[in-house]
């Protein structure tokens, strides 16, 4: 059985191209908080705001105006070279808060070892392994990050800090703490539109990381098993 699905993004931009993928005419679907979403045949998408935070609250608002089976959060991303590149489609084996934590002496310490919460939430294995399979993407840990990172050297101690890292972003962390408070499972879905590493946007692609997340949901659209995860019929 098709889940029940909500999309979670950050701009509108991101919001269009998963709708694109969905249906020709949405409809509005008013949330809490004066915000504004979209209704497909298959999911509802919402662009709920850059960072963490407002992926967070905003997802929480979805959830608490009705029940979901699954959310995905998704949109574009930076991708560390050489495994992600631009265009290239990323799916999340863990879901990491990259800098949420302390400096110290030694380095960064994550909020987890300060013992103040948790740094990392995990996709369901199964789920999360089939999708990035049809979709052709690279698995592996998406970083959640409040600071789009600018330097080479900042780049390489993430890489460092998080092995086998496929790329980073802003929102996949909120969308799932909100997740995770209301028990209902999470994916996060990205499209790479520039590397990971110094600041310059001439060399970023972001039409083509929208297209490339329109691609990917119109798999899904036309493969709706592959989000299947155990619901009753």
Same mark, same amino acid.
């Given at each position: 059985?098709?889940?029940?699905?909500?999309?979670?993004? %950050?701009?509108?931009?991101?919001?269009?191209?998963?709708?694109?993928?969905?249906? /020709?005419?949405? *409809?509005?679907?008013?949330?809490?908080?004066?915000?504004?979403?979209?209704?497909?045949?298959?999911?509802?998408?919402?662009?709920?705001?850059?960072?963490?935070?407002?992926?967070? %609250?905003?997802? %929480?608002?979805?959830?608490? *105006?009705?029940?979901?089976?699954?959310?995905?959060?998704?949109?574009?991303?930076?991708?560390?070279?050489?495994? @992600?590149?631009?265009?290239?489609?990323?799916?999340?084996?863990?879901?990491?808060?990259?800098?949420?934590?302390?400096?110290? +002496?030694?380095?960064?310490? +994550?909020?987890?070892?300060?013992?103040?919460?948790?740094?990392?939430?995990?996709?369901?294995?199964?789920?999360?392994?089939?999708?990035?399979?049809?979709?052709?993407?690279?698995?592996?840990?998406?970083?959640?990050? *409040?600071?789009?990172?600018? /330097?080479?050297?900042? @780049?390489?101690?993430?890489?460092?800090?998080?092995?086998?890292?496929?790329?980073?972003?802003?929102?996949?962390?909120?969308?799932?703490?909100?997740?995770?408070?209301?028990?209902?499972?999470?994916?996060?879905?990205?499209?790479?539109?520039?590397?990971?590493?110094?600041?310059?946007?001439?060399?970023?692609?972001?039409?083509?990381?929208?297209?490339?997340?329109?691609? %990917?949901?119109?798999?899904?659209?036309?493969?709706?098993?592959?989000?299947?995860?155990?619901?009753?019929?």
């Amino acid at each position: 059985m098709t889940p029940r699905l909500l999309v979670v993004t %950050a701009v509108a931009a991101e919001r269009d191209a998963v709708v694109r993928a969905l249906s /020709s005419r949405p *409809s509005e679907h008013p949330l809490p908080g004066r915000r504004m979403a979209l209704r497909t045949p298959m999911a509802t998408v919402l662009a709920a705001g850059v960072g963490p935070a407002a992926a967070a %609250a905003g997802t %929480a608002a979805a959830l608490a *105006s009705a029940p979901y089976d699954l959310v995905v959060s998704a949109g574009i991303a930076g991708g560390f070279e050489p495994v @992600a590149r631009i265009g290239s489609t990323l799916v999340a084996e863990s879901i990491v808060a990259a800098d949420l934590g302390a400096d110290g +002496p030694e380095g960064f310490i +994550p909020v987890a070892e300060l013992g103040y919460g948790t740094s990392t939430h995990l996709p369901p294995a199964e789920l999360s392994r089939r999708v990035a399979e049809a979709l052709g993407a690279e698995y592996g840990p998406l970083l959640t990050v *409040s600071t789009v990172t600018g /330097s080479a050297e900042r @780049a390489a101690e993430l890489v460092k800090r998080h092995p086998g890292a496929v790329g980073e972003a802003m929102e996949g962390f909120g969308v799932a703490e909100a997740t995770m408070a209301h028990r209902v499972p999470v994916l996060e879905i990205r499209t790479v539109a520039n590397p990971v590493g110094p600041r310059d946007r001439a060399a970023w692609r972001v039409p083509d990381a929208l297209d490339a997340l329109t691609e %990917a949901f119109t798999l899904l659209r036309k493969q709706p098993g592959l989000l299947d995860v155990g619901v009753p019929t």
